[in-house]
């Protein structure tokens, strides 16, 4: 079934430690984007990207980074993960105005 | 820039029961308007939207929504739910006619169906 793939699904993490959460798509979409969840605050958007090699920065960047080195992949990397990082990580992509979202990555930043 | 405004965090209802949800949107030019639905455990589905023509939308699951320009709304609405539209609803924006790309999300509303 085409889709997104987000992995891993869960991940407890220490604090200060690196971490990349994983997003690939076979859609052929052009735009990807990362949002946050958290409760009362809804989706907040991370970084994006419009195309493979072009990204930018959302509501809420600090701490993130991203790469689109290809169409299919768009990794999201937490540098130094903090406390405040514990959220639940949805990967999206666009075809058109509508938007497609992966299962989500559960990430407790401890 | 675009915001999203769902008034009601938490809901509480009866199956059977009829449902609107509210949402506001600020933003002063042409917009394109989802409603998606995040059952528990899930991740989020597209329940309907609205790009233009009849302001009307009907969704899945018996579910639509009125675009009303006039009040930058967007309610969402269900004549009877069940007890599987126990669930979290997000209203969301693009803007047409800027070069931003992503959908801008409201805070979302809990609903809790009782049997």
């Known amino acids: 079934i085409a889709g997104i793939t987000q992995a891993p699904t869960s991940q407890i993490l220490a604090a200060g430690r690196r971490m990349t959460l994983r997003c690939t798509q076979d859609?052929?979409?052009?735009?990807m984007y990362w949002y946050r969840q958290d409760l009362g605050l809804g989706l907040r958007l991370i970084h994006y990207?419009?195309?493979?090699?072009?990204?930018g920065k959302g509501e809420v960047p600090d701490g993130y980074s991203v790469s689109r080195a290809n169409t299919d992949d768009f990794p999201l990397t937490l540098a130094s993960a903090v406390p405040s990082q514990t959220s639940v990580y949805f990967c999206?992509?666009?075809?058109?105005?509508?938007?497609?979202f992966g299962q989500g990555t559960r990430l407790t930043v401890v | 820039a675009q915001s999203v405004s769902q008034h009601n965090h938490h809901v509480i209802l009866s199956e059977a029961a009829s449902l609107e949800l509210g949402c506001n949107y600020s933003?002063?030019?042409?917009?394109?308007l989802f409603w998606y639905v995040q059952y528990p455990g899930q991740h989020l589905q597209l329940l309907l939207k609205?790009?233009?023509?009849?302001?009307l939308v009907k969704g899945i699951k018996g579910f639509e929504a009125e675009f009303i320009k006039s009040k930058f709304s967007f309610n969402l609405r269900k004549p009877s739910v069940q007890w599987s539209d126990t669930a979290e609803y997000f209203c969301?924006?693009?803007?047409?006619?800027?070069?931003?790309?992503?959908?801008?999300f409201g805070s979302g509303t809990r609903l809790q169906v009782q049997p």
């Open positions: 933003y002063g030019g042409t917009v394109n």
């Open positions: 859609m052929r979409h052009n735009a």
């Open positions: 609205y790009f233009s023509g009849d302001p």
């Open positions: 969301a924006v693009k803007a047409r006619d800027t070069g931003r790309r992503a959908l801008t």
């Open positions: 999206a992509s666009r075809q058109g105005a509508e938007a497609f």
């Open positions: 990207s419009n195309t493979a090699g072009t990204t």
